[in-house]
C-alpha cells in the first residue's frame, strides 16, 4: 500500500512561533543547522493509528502580508493549524477571518483544524487565558484546541497527530484515491460538449463509471431532448 | 519569534546604553583594553566542522566567538565577500554595532598578526576599512541615538588619513541624514496601514553587493571587487539609475539607493493613487520625509563640522532625484509593432489593445525596477514583518497583492461566463509569457488570483476555457506548487543561466529568509557564533540577488501599457468575493447557454433580458478581448488581446429612458391634443399620471409670473407623483394649439413595473438623476448669492423648488444625457437601433431641448435675482417657521397660502396636505389656527369668502379678491376631497410604517433618510444584502470626508454620530497635512461657508455623486466627537443593482426620495 500523502497548512499572524512549531516537528530534535531550502525540510513521515503516513507541512511564515497568495496556500492543505501567540492579543484577533477564509476556500463547514495557542511556556507574559482559546475553539465549530511550547516541546507533537486523525475520519479512503465517477444518465443521442470536442452518445443504459480525463472538470451535456446537464465529476 | 537554543534575545536594542550588552560574547563594552586578536585556534575560540578543509576559510568553520570572526573575516586569505556581506547582515542577532566598530577599530589599529606578510597587509587594511564602511551602512536611527557608538565611529574616522577620512565621514553623516530622527518617528505613529510604507530610509541602503570600494590594492583580489562593481551598474533597474550609479563618485552608495528608492516609490504612489484614500497618505509620506531631511539636516549640520556639507550636498540630490519618476526614464513612446493586429486592425486611441505578452513584458519591467531595488540591508532581522521598515520589500509586497487583486478585478468586471471565461484564458497567457520571461513572480500574483476562491468558484466560466489554456495553467500549476518544498520552482531556477535576468518568486525567498533567520540559533557551544547560520543566510541570500543583479531585461517600457495597468481601479478580496456570489447567482439564474450564444441571447423577446443586453455591450468595454467571439473561439493565445479604458464605470442600470423604453411604456398610454389655453392640470389637484410632451408647449404657471416655465418636446411632467401623492403648485396649461401630449397612468406603469423591473430601475434611476440635478442647481444657485439677498431670492425659487421644478429639470438633464451620449457614445438614452425613426428626431429633440434648457437657466437666474413681492415673502415666509408656529411635521409644505380676514383679523391662509391654518395679527394679539382638512365637513364659497364647516362650527374666511377666491377653493375642494378618497387612506401610511424602510442597523435617531407612506421601498433583507458590502469607517471631529470638487463614487450612510453639510469649504480652511484632512475650526460665521444641513444617524450622503458626474457640489465634516459610516462602493451598487432587477427599482426610488426631500431641507437651511 503507498504511503498516504497528508498537506498540512500552518497559519497565524507574523512572530507567532509557525516555524519553531514545524521545525520542532519535522526535526523531532534541536538542531543547530537547519537549510529550508532542501525538498524533505517540512516533510516527515509518522506512524498515526498504526499507519504509515507521509506529512508535508506548508507553512506561510515570511509571507503573512502576501494576501494574495493565501487563497492558493490553502486549497493546497487538506488539514490546518491556527495558531496564536498566547502574549498576543492581536494574534488571537486575526484567527476568525483566516478561518472563515479556509472555509470560504474549501467551501465546506467542517475542514480539519487545529486551534494552537503557542509560547505556552511564557506563562507569565500570558495575555490570552487557555479559557479564551477553549472559547474559540468552540466558536469554531468545536475544532480541537491545544496550548503548545516548541521551546519546550509541548503538544507539538499532538498538534500534527490530531490533525491526521481529523483528516482519516472526515476522508476515510484518503483523497489521492481518485473519488468514484458518479453514475449519469444520457439519452440517446445526447450531445457531449467536452473541451470543445463534441462526442455523440449513442447508449441507453447507465454508465457504470464515465471516467473523463484529464482530472476534474465541468462538463456540460445537451441532450436532444430539452434535458440539460450540469455534471461535475 | 523565540528559537530554542537561542541565549541572546534576537534583538538587542542598541538605543539603550551599550553597557547592557549580554555577556557571552566577549563583552567589549569599553574601548578594549587587551587586545582581543591572535589568540591561538583552541576549543575556546572556534570550532571547525569536521571533514572539511580549513583552508576554506568561514565555510570549514562551525562556530567561534566574535574577535576570532573579525581576525578571521580580516585576513587577507580566503577573503569571502559574500561571507562578510552576510556577516553584516546578521551581526544584529549577536551583538551590537558598538561591539562590532570596537573590534574593527581594535583590528585595524592593532599590530598585524605574525602569519601576514606586508603585501597582504596593505591588503587586510584595506578590507578592514571596506568592513568599516559596511558597518557604517548598517547603522539605523537607534544607533545614531547611541552616543557612544557615534563618537567612537567619529573619533576613529578622524584618526584615519585625509582621503579615507573624508570618504567614511560622508558616509557617516549620510547615513545619518538619511536616518530619521526619532520624535519624528513617534510623531510618524498612525493609525492607517499604508504608511508602513515609510519607512527608516537608512534600511534601504545596500551596503553589500553595491558597495564599492576604491581599491587600487595588489594582486588578483581586487577583481572581485571591480567585478561587483560592475555587477552593481549593470544592475539598475532604469536606464537613469544606472546613469546615476556608474556617474556619481563609487563610494556614494547610499544615494544610489536613495535614488533606486525614488523609482520605485514612483511606481508605488501610481499604484497607490487610484485607491483613492490612499493617494493622501503616499502624498503625504513623500511630504513627510521631506521635512524630516529638513530637520535631521539641522541636526547634522550642528553636531559635525563637515555635516553641513554633506547635507546641502545631499538635498540637492534629493531634489534632482526627486523627478525621476518611472515616466522620465521611460523612453519617448515608440509605436510598438504589436499596437497594430494582425488582421490590420488599427487600434483605436481611446481603447488600446494590448496582447497579452505586450502586459507582461510591461509587468516584468515594473517589477523588475521594484526588485531592483532591494538591499540587503532590508532582510536584517526580517525588517520586512516590521512596520515602516523595508520600504522595498513592502513595495513588492503591496505590488504582488495588487496585482493580483488587479487580476481578479478584471475578471469579476465582465458579466457574462463567455467575458470571463475569455479574461481567464488571456491571463493564463500572461502568466505563460511571464513564465518565459523568467517572472516568476508574476506567473505566482497572477495563479494567487486564478486559485482564489473568488475567481476559482466561477465554474461556469472556467467550463468555458478552451483546452490548450487548461493546459497551460495545469503545467503554471505544477511548475509553481508549493508542493514537496516547491520542489519543481526550485529545480526551475537553479537551471536559469546567470546571463538570463531573472524575477524570482519573493515569497519564497522570504519564507525561506525566516527559516534560516529561526530555526537556526545565532549563538552556540556556549556563545559561539554560529557561522554556519551566517553561511546558510548568506548563501540564500546570494542566490537570490544574483538572479536579478547580474542582468537585467532588455525591454522597453510601453508608457501607453504602463498607464492602462497603473490606472486601473481594484476592488478588494472581499469586494471581489462578494461580486463573485453575484456573478455565480446570477448565472444560475438564467441558463448558461454552453455553445457560442451570440445569437440566441439577443432573439429573446423578454423586454428584460433585451435592454440588459442593451447595457451589457455599452458597459462591458472596461476590458474587452476583440477579435474572439463565441464558438469561433479558438485557443491560440495571439488571439486575445486586452484593452484597457482606464476608469471605466462598472456595469450599471441606465440612467435615462431609452426611445425604446418609452414606447414600452406608452403602449396603453392617451395620446392628448390640447388647444392653446387648455388646463390639464390645477393647482391643488393630485397628479395620478406621467405625462410627455409629443409636440407643442406646454405652460406651468402659479401666481408669480417669474415662475412660469414652459415644457417642450420630450421633456416629461408628473413624474413625482410616484414618490409622493402631493397636489400640484402649479397650472398646467397647454401653450400651443398643436399641443400633443402622451397620458399614461400612474396604476398601469406600475403594473408595468412589476412585470419589467429593469425598466423600473431605469425609470427611478432617472427620477432621481432628475432629482439630483435639481439638487445641485439649487446648490448651484445658491452659491452663487449671498446672505439677506440670497434668503430672500431662494425663498422665491424656493416655491417652485418643491414639486414642479424638477420637471424644468427633466428637460435639463434629459438633454445633457442625450448630448453626452452622442460624444461618448456610453450607455445614454439613445438607442439607434430602434426601429421607428428616432434617431433623427432625436437630435431635433435635443436641439430644442438645450434651447430649453438655456431659456429655464436663464428663467431660474432671473428668478432668483428678482425682488420678490411681500406676498412671496409672507408666503415662503420658510415652510419651517410656519411648521413650528403650527406644530407640524416636516412632512407639510405650504401648497399656498392667500391673505385674508377671518374674524376681523387680517393674517395668512395656509393650505397644506392635510391642514388649513391661519395666522394673523390684532393689535399684537397673535391669532393661530390649524383645522386638519378630515375634520371639515363642508367647504362652500360665498361672496368674497369661503365658508368651511368643522364640529358644526362655521368658519368664514374673507379673500382680497374673487380670483384668490376661487383658486382657494378649487385647492381646498381637491385636497379635502381626496381626504375623503379611496386613492390615499391614511391605513396606507400604518402599513408602510410597519415595515420601514430605514436601513436595518440605523437606528432611527434624529432626522434619517425614513420615509413613510412610500411603497416599494427597499426592505429590511435588501438592505441587509445591500449593507453587507459595506465598510465601515469611523473618523473624529472636524475630519472631511468629502472635500468639495472631488469626485468619488461611494454612498455613505451614517451609523453613529453627526456631520454637516458645508458649501464654499476652500483649500485655505483644510488642514491638508492631516490625513485625512481636517478643518481647523467649524466657524459658522466664516463670510463663504454656508452650512446646509447636519445629517445624523441613518442618513445618507454621496448619492449625488453616485447618480451624476463630476465632482462633489458641498464637502461634508464631521461634526461630532466620533462619526461611524458605512461605505457602500458605487461599482458595488452598479454592480449588485444590475443583477437584481427587483432590488434596483426600491432602490433608485429611495434615493430619488431622498434627494426630493434634500431638495427642501437644503432650501431651508439657507433660508434659516
Request: some cysteine; glycine content about 6%; aromatic content about 8%.
Amino acid at each position: 500500500m503507498p504511503l498516504r500523502e497528508f498537506k498540512i497548512v500552518v497559519l497565524g499572524s507574523g512572530g507567532v512561533g509557525k516555524s519553531a512549531l514545524t521545525v520542532q516537528f519535522v526535526q523531532g530534535i534541536f538542531v543547530e543547522k537547519y537549510d529550508p531550502t532542501i525538498e524533505d525540510s517540512y516533510r516527515k513521515q509518522v506512524e498515526v493509528d498504526g499507519n504509515q503516513c507521509m506529512l508535508e507541512i506548508l507553512d506561510t511564515a515570511g509571507t503573512e502580508q502576501f494576501t494574495a497568495m493565501r487563497d492558493l496556500y490553502m486549497k493546497n492543505g487538506q488539514g490546518f493549524v491556527l495558531v496564536y501567540s498566547i502574549i498576543s492579543n492581536s494574534t488571537f484577533n486575526e484567527l476568525p477571518d483566516l478561518r472563515e477564509q479556509i472555509l470560504r476556500v474549501k467551501d465546506c463547514d467542517d475542514v480539519p483544524m487545529v486551534l494552537v495557542g503557542n509560547k505556552c511556556d511564557l506563562n507569565d507574559q500570558r495575555v490570552i487565558s487557555n479559557e479564551q482559546g477553549e472559547e474559540l475553539s468552540r466558536k469554531f465549530g468545536g475544532c480541537v484546541f491545544l496550548e503548545a511550547s516548541a521551546k519546550n516541546k509541548i503538544n507539538v507533537e499532538q498538534i500534527f497527530y490530531d490533525l491526521i486523525r481529523q483528516i482519516n475520519r472526515k476522508n476515510p479512503v484518503g483523497p489521492s484515491s481518485k473519488p468514484k465517477s458518479k453514475c449519469v444518465l444520457f439519452y440517446i443521442g445526447a450531445v457531449l460538449y467536452y473541451c470543445g470536442l463534441i462526442t455523440i452518445v449513442t447508449i441507453d443504459y447507465y454508465c457504470e463509471s464515465w471516467l473523463i480525463e484529464p482530472n476534474d472538470l465541468n462538463i456540460i451535456i445537451i441532450s436532444r431532448y430539452e434535458f440539460l446537464y450540469f455534471v461535475k465529476f | 519569534m523565540e528559537t530554542t537554543g537561542k541565549i541572546v534575545p534576537p534583538i538587542i536594542n542598541t538605543s539603550s546604553s551599550s553597557t547592557t550588552t549580554t555577556t557571552t560574547t566577549t563583552s567589549q563594552t569599553q574601548p578594549p583594553v587587551t587586545f582581543p586578536f591572535y589568540k591561538p585556534d583552541d576549543e575556546t575560540q572556534i570550532v571547525y566542522l569536521p571533514g572539511v578543509n580549513r583552508r576554506e576559510g568561514s565555510l570549514a568553520i562551525k562556530c567561534c566567538n566574535l574577535p576570532k570572526l573579525i581576525e578571521k573575516m580580516t585576513q587577507s586569505l580566503n577573503y569571502d565577500h559574500y561571507f562578510t556581506s552576510a556577516f553584516f547582515l546578521t551581526f544584529r542577532d549577536f551583538t551590537t554595532p558598538l561591539e562590532v566598530m570596537h573590534l574593527l577599530i581594535s583590528r585595524y589599529t592593532g599590530p598585524p598578526a605574525d602569519s601576514s606578510k606586508d603585501h597582504l597587509r596593505l591588503f587586510e587594511i584595506e578590507i578592514e576599512i571596506v568592513q568599516n564602511k559596511q558597518i557604517i551602512g548598517t547603522l539605523n536611527d537607534n544607533d545614531f541615538q547611541n552616543t557612544e557608538l557615534c563618537n567612537v565611529t567619529i573619533e576613529f574616522i578622524n584618526s584615519l588619513a585625509e582621503d579615507i577620512k573624508n570618504e567614511l565621514f560622508l558616509m557617516f553623516f549620510r547615513a545619518r541624514k538619511l536616518a530619521k530622527p526619532p520624535h519624528q518617528q513617534q510623531q510618524k505613529v498612525s493609525p492607517r496601514p499604508h504608511t508602513t510604507i515609510i519607512s527608516s530610509a537608512a534600511s534601504t541602503m545596500r551596503f553589500s553587493f553595491s558597495v564599492s570600494p576604491k581599491t587600487q590594492s595588489p594582486n588578483g583580489t581586487s577583481n572581485v571587487l571591480t567585478g561587483l562593481l560592475g555587477t552593481n551598474g549593470a544592475s539598475g533597474g532604469s536606464p537613469n539609475s544606472t546613469q546615476q550609479l556608474q556617474s556619481s563618485s563609487s563610494f556614494d552608495n547610499n544615494f544610489n539607493n536613495r535614488a533606486s528608492m525614488k523609482v520605485s516609490k514612483g511606481i508605488m504612489s501610481k499604484i497607490l493613487s487610484p485607491g483613492g484614500s490612499t493617494t493622501n497618505l503616499s502624498n503625504s509620506s513623500i511630504g513627510s520625509n521631506n521635512s524630516n531631511n529638513s530637520s535631521s539636516n539641522g541636526s547634522s549640520s550642528s553636531s559635525g563640522g563637515s555635516g553641513g556639507l554633506s547635507g546641502s550636498h545631499s538635498t540637492s540630490m534629493h531634489i534632482s532625484s526627486a523627478p525621476m519618476s518611472p515616466s522620465h526614464n521611460v523612453q519617448p513612446h515608440q509605436q510598438h509593432p504589436n499596437n497594430v493586429d494582425d488582421e490590420g486592425y488599427p487600434v483605436s486611441n481611446e481603447k488600446t489593445a494590448f496582447l497579452p505578452e505586450m502586459i507582461a513584458r510591461e509587468l516584468t519591467v515594473m517589477e523588475f525596477e521594484l526588485i531592483s531595488a532591494l538591499t540587503l540591508n532590508e532582510f536584517s532581522q526580517k525588517a520586512w514583518t516590521k512596520e515602516n521598515q523595508a520600504i522595498n520589500i513592502q513595495n513588492l509586497i503591496v505590488w504582488f497583492n495588487r496585482i493580483s487583486s488587479w487580476v481578479s478585478t478584471k475578471i469579476i468586471s465582465k458579466e457574462t461566463p463567455e467575458e470571463r471565461a475569455i479574461i481567464i484564458e488571456a491571463f493564463i497567457n500572461i502568466a505563460n509569457y511571464a513564465k518565459e520571461l523568467k517572472n516568476y513572480n508574476c506567473v505566482m500574483e497572477i495563479l494567487g488570483s486564478l486559485h482564489n476562491s473568488s475567481i476559482s468558484r466561477l465554474k461556469n466560466s472556467w467550463a468555458l476555457i478552451s483546452p490548450k489554456a487548461n493546459e497551460l495553467f495545469s503545467s503554471l500549476n505544477t511548475v509553481m506548487s508549493p508542493d514537496i518544498n516547491f520542489k519543481m520552482y526550485r529545480k526551475m531556477l537553479s537551471l536559469v543561466s546567470p546571463s538570463e535576468p531573472c524575477i524570482p518568486y519573493v515569497g519564497l525567498f522570504l519564507t525561506d529568509y525566516t527559516y534560516l533567520d529561526e530555526s537556526n540559533p545565532p549563538l552556540v557551544n556556549g556563545g559561539m557564533v554560529n557561522v554556519e547560520r551566517i553561511y546558510l543566510i548568506g548563501n540564500r541570500v546570494q542566490e537570490f540577488f544574483q538572479l536579478f543583479t547580474n542582468c537585467s531585461y532588455n525591454f522597453q517600457s510601453q508608457p501607453q501599457v504602463r498607464e492602462a495597468i497603473l490606472g486601473e481601479k481594484v476592488w478588494d478580496e472581499n469586494e471581489t468575493f462578494r461580486l463573485s456570489k453575484i456573478r455565480e447567482e446570477h448565472n444560475n439564474n438564467g441558463t448558461v447557454s454552453p455553445s457560442g450564444s451570440g445569437g440566441s441571447s439577443s432573439s429573446s423577446s423578454s423586454l428584460s433580458s433585451s435592454s440588459s443586453h442593451h447595457h451589457q455591450s455599452s458597459s462591458g468595454s472596461n476590458l474587452t478581448v476583440s477579435g474572439v467571439s463565441g464558438s469561433k473561439r479558438k485557443g491560440f493565445a495571439s488571439k486575445y488581446r486586452m484593452s484597457f479604458t482606464g476608469n471605466d464605470p462598472p456595469p450599471s442600470i441606465a440612467s435615462a429612458l431609452s426611445e425604446r423604453d418609452w414606447k414600452i411604456l406608452s403602449t396603453n398610454a392617451k395620446v392628448i391634443k390640447h388647444k392653446k389655453g387648455k388646463k390639464i392640470l390645477a393647482m391643488g389637484e393630485v397628479n395620478n399620471n406621467l405625462y410627455r410632451v409629443m409636440t407643442g408647449r406646454v405652460k406651468f404657471e402659479n401666481n408669480a409670473p417669474e415662475e412660469t416655465r414652459y415644457l417642450e418636446c420630450g421633456d416629461i411632467f408628473g413624474e413625482d407623483s410616484f414618490l409622493y401623492d402631493r397636489p400640484m403648485l402649479f397650472n398646467v396649461i397647454s401653450d400651443s394649439d398643436d399641443c400633443e401630449l402622451v397620458e399614461i397612468e400612474k396604476t398601469f406603469i406600475l403594473q408595468l413595473f412589476a412585470s419589467e423591473p429593469i425598466l423600473a430601475a431605469t425609470y427611478y434611476k432617472h427620477i432621481a438623476v432628475l432629482m439630483a440635478e435639481r439638487l445641485k442647481f439649487v446648490l448651484s444657485a445658491n452659491s452663487s448669492h449671498e446672505s439677506i439677498q440670497t434668503n430672500s431670492a431662494i425663498g422665491t425659487y424656493s416655491h417652485l423648488g418643491n414639486s414642479l421644478s424638477n420637471y424644468g429639470h427633466g428637460s435639463l438633464s434629459t438633454s445633457n444625457l442625450l448630448s453626452s451620449s452622442n460624444s461618448s457614445g456610453s450607455s445614454g438614452g439613445g438607442s439607434p437601433s430602434s426601429p421607428n425613426s428616432a434617431s433623427p428626431k432625436l437630435t431635433s429633440i435635443s436641439s430644442s431641448q438645450s434651447m430649453s434648457a438655456m431659456n429655464l437657466m436663464d428663467n431660474r437666474r432671473k428668478s432668483v435675482a428678482i425682488e420678490p413681492s411681500t406676498i412671496d415673502i409672507l408666503r415662503n415666509g420658510n415652510d419651517s417657521r410656519f411648521r413650528s408656529t403650527f406644530g407640524l411635521s416636516t412632512e407639510e409644505i405650504i401648497i399656498k397660502s392667500y391673505t385674508c380676514k377671518h374674524n376681523g383679523i387680517t393674517g395668512t391662509l395656509y393650505i397644506t396636505k392635510h391642514h388649513l391654518c391661519f395666522e394673523g395679527k390684532f393689535f399684537g394679539i397673535h391669532k393661530q389656527k390649524m383645522n386638519p382638512f378630515e375634520k371639515i365637513t363642508k367647504i362652500l364659497p360665498e361672496k368674497g369668502a369661503l365658508s368651511l364647516t368643522t364640529n358644526d362650527k362655521i368658519k368664514k374666511f374673507s379673500f382680497k379678491s374673487q380670483e384668490d377666491l376661487s383658486e382657494a377653493y378649487g385647492i381646498m375642494t381637491k385636497i379635502w376631497k381626496n381626504h375623503f378618497g379611496i386613492v390615499r387612506s391614511p391605513t396606507k401610511t400604518v402599513s408602510a410604517a410597519n415595515s420601514p424602510p430605514t436601513p436595518p442597523r440605523s437606528p432611527k435617531i434624529g432626522r434619517g433618510d425614513s420615509f413613510t407612506g412610500i411603497s416599494d421601498l427597499p426592505s429590511k433583507e435588501e438592505w441587509a444584502q445591500l449593507l453587507k458590502g459595506a465598510k465601515t469607517l469611523t473618523f473624529k471631529k472636524g475630519e472631511i470626508l468629502v472635500t468639495e470638487g472631488t469626485e468619488f463614487h461611494k454612498i455613505f450612510q451614517i451609523t453613529r454620530g453627526e456631520c454637516t453639510i458645508i458649501k464654499g469649504l476652500n483649500q485655505t480652511d483644510i488642514n491638508t497635512s492631516a490625513n485625512p484632512p481636517t478643518i481647523s475650526s467649524l466657524s459658522l460665521g466664516h463670510k463663504n461657508l454656508t452650512i446646509l444641513a447636519k445629517l445624523s444617524a441613518g442618513s445618507i450622503f454621496g448619492e449625488m455623486n453616485f447618480l451624476l458626474p463630476g465632482g462633489s457640489s458641498t464637502s461634508v465634516v464631521v461634526n461630532s466627537d466620533e462619526l461611524e459610516v458605512y461605505t457602500l462602493e458605487g461599482y458595488f451598487l452598479n454592480i449588485m443593482l444590475k443583477s437584481k432587477p427587483l432590488l434596483a427599482p426600491k432602490f433608485y426610488k429611495y434615493l430619488a426620495c431622498v434627494l426630493e426631500s434634500r431638495v427642501k431641507q437644503y432650501r431651508q437651511s439657507i433660508v434659516v
